[in-house]
């Protein structure tokens, strides 16, 4: 197997590391995608092949992503190149170079006339033009086309905001932004979302889109999608200053809000008829249900243990974010307090393992939780089949669980990890581990 990518640190360190062209920097939102494999060339040389397809298809779906999203500026400019102008050339041409020379002056009127050219032949083929008649008049007035932002640039800057850096997240969120923007095209139009000014996008094709979602999938679904098209737009208006309302703002999605009753938390009768079914069998997806019950904490958190995680003098799991391991929010950075069985669990998968170890090694890692919570959904829906009850009902669970034994409600967030819109909330260090214990130990 050809291993271009695969470098080896002085510590003797298997990484992949693969340098993004240049065209497409601004896409990936990184000028190097790199991957640690570890110290053992085996195991390295299997994860280098799995990292070398996603990598694959990420340059693959971006490539797309610039081929549809490319301003008529930027197509003068990658043309300008091909036809032999020099940076400083375009610089000039954009108004940051000075004075145009004879040279210069000529060559933009050769490559005027080639525009010219293939605008005509498109025409004959009934094809559309590459470049707009407006970017041709640009050049013969020797200047660059104006930028021009679109619904198609909007979701590209969105995507460069939102990359983390972690290879597998960076890679589904592209493939997910990328969908989106086939479905507008679809429902709007291809030269509405790739090429007409983003001030032109009106309230009656935001609403064309919703209504187009809601045929093909439930109001949550509808929901997610357009919370990736409006803030991608509202990033765009504040980037640029740009003198617009956004038609996707507050836009009503009927039966997308959320209730009580949209997911269920799983009811004591629900957990004792489980447990026989999800305390035995499989070492870690017992363990993964026992620390689940008894904290509250979200799957990819539990699934992301290390053994230097697990304090035992303290009794308490340190949720911490490191390397591709990220964490929802900043306050789901914490400390949470174990049961003496979720204790037990996980010192028994943590024995003979080094600090930096994952207790969970099949599940740990960008999404592979997701393996995780489909083991543990085949187990649950063999005794539990009301389909408002998941695994993630077991943090819905807790939260009531603290609920009714009066816990105040910043201690629960706290515990749980969620976000409090208090700015007091973020001073401090927070409540006392002990203070935890006592509210937990209630729910147990």
Same mark, same amino acid.
């Given at each position: 197997m050809s291993t271009p990518h695969l470098k080896?640190?002085?510590?003797?360190?298997?990484?992949?590391?693969?340098?993004?062209?240049?065209? +497409?920097?601004?896409?990936?939102?990184?000028?190097?995608?790199?991957?640690?494999?570890?110290?053992?060339?085996?195991?390295?040389?299997?994860?280098?092949?799995?990292?070398?397809? @996603?990598?694959?298809?990420?340059? &693959?779906?971006?490539?797309?992503?610039?081929?549809?999203?490319?301003?008529?500026? =930027? +197509?003068?400019?990658?043309?300008?190149?091909?036809?032999?102008?020099?940076?400083?050339?375009?610089?000039?041409?954009?108004?940051?170079?000075?004075? +145009?020379?004879?040279?210069?002056?000529e060559g933009l009127s050769i490559f005027q006339d080639e525009l010219i050219t293939e605008y005509e032949d498109a025409e004959d083929r009934g094809k559309s033009p590459a470049v707009s008649l407006e970017a041709i008049r640009a050049i013969g007035r020797k200047r660059l086309p104006k930028d021009t932002y679109t619904v198609a640039s909007a979701l590209t800057h969105y995507l460069t905001m939102k990359a983390t850096g972690v290879h597998a997240r960076d890679l589904a969120l592209t493939n997910r932004v990328n969908k989106v923007k086939e479905r507008l095209i679809a429902v709007i139009g291809k030269h509405e979302v790739t090429k007409r000014p983003l001030e032109k996008l009106t309230r009656a094709e935001a609403r064309k889109f919703r209504d187009a979602l809601?045929? @093909?999938? =439930?109001?949550?679904?509808? &929901?997610?999608?357009? @919370?990736?098209?409006?803030?991608?737009?509202?990033?765009?208006? &504040?980037?640029?200053?740009?003198?617009? &309302?956004n038609p996707f703002a507050q836009l009503e999605i009927k039966g997308a809000t959320n209730s009580r009753d949209a997911r269920l938390p799983l009811s004591e009768d629900d957990m004792t008829a489980l447990a026989p079914t999800m305390e035995k069998g499989d070492a870690s997806l017992a363990a993964l249900w026992v620390v689940l019950r008894d904290t509250g904490a979200r799957l990819g958190e539990v699934c992301n243990l290390r053994r230097m995680d697990v304090d035992e003098a303290s009794r308490c799991m340190r949720i911490r974010p490191y390397g591709d391991h990220t964490l929802k929010t900043k306050n789901s950075e914490r400390d949470v307090p174990l049961s003496p069985k979720a204790l037990e669990v996980l010192k028994s998968l943590a024995s003979d393992l080094a600090p930096e170890a994952t207790l969970f090694k099949r599940y740990a890692g960008p999404r592979r939780s997701e393996k995780a919570s489909a083991a543990l959904m085949k187990r649950l829906r063999t005794v539990v089949t009301d389909t408002k009850k998941t695994i993630h009902s077991l943090r819905h669970r807790m939260k009531d669980l603290l609920r009714n034994t009066d816990c105040p409600e910043s201690l629960a967030k706290e515990i749980m990890g969620h976000s409090e819109a208090g700015v007091a909330f973020n001073y401090g260090a927070g409540y006392a581990l002990n203070v935890k214990r006592a509210a937990l130990e209630k729910a147990w």
């Open positions: 080896v640190s002085p510590s003797g360190h298997y990484q992949y590391r693969f340098v993004v062209p240049e065209a +497409l920097r601004g896409i990936v939102g990184k000028r190097e995608i790199k991957k640690s494999l570890g110290k053992d060339r085996t195991r390295a040389l299997k994860m280098y092949a799995q990292v070398e397809r @996603e990598t694959e298809r990420l340059l &693959k779906s971006v490539k797309a992503t610039a081929s549809v999203d490319a301003s008529d500026r =930027a +197509l003068i400019i990658r043309k300008m190149r091909q036809f032999g102008f020099t940076e400083k050339d375009i610089n000039t041409v954009g108004g940051h170079g000075g004075e +145009l020379s004879d040279r210069l002056d809601a045929d @093909e999938m =439930a109001p949550p679904s509808v &929901k997610r999608t357009i @919370e990736i098209v409006s803030p991608a737009i509202n990033k765009m208006i &504040k980037e640029h200053d740009l003198d617009m &309302k």
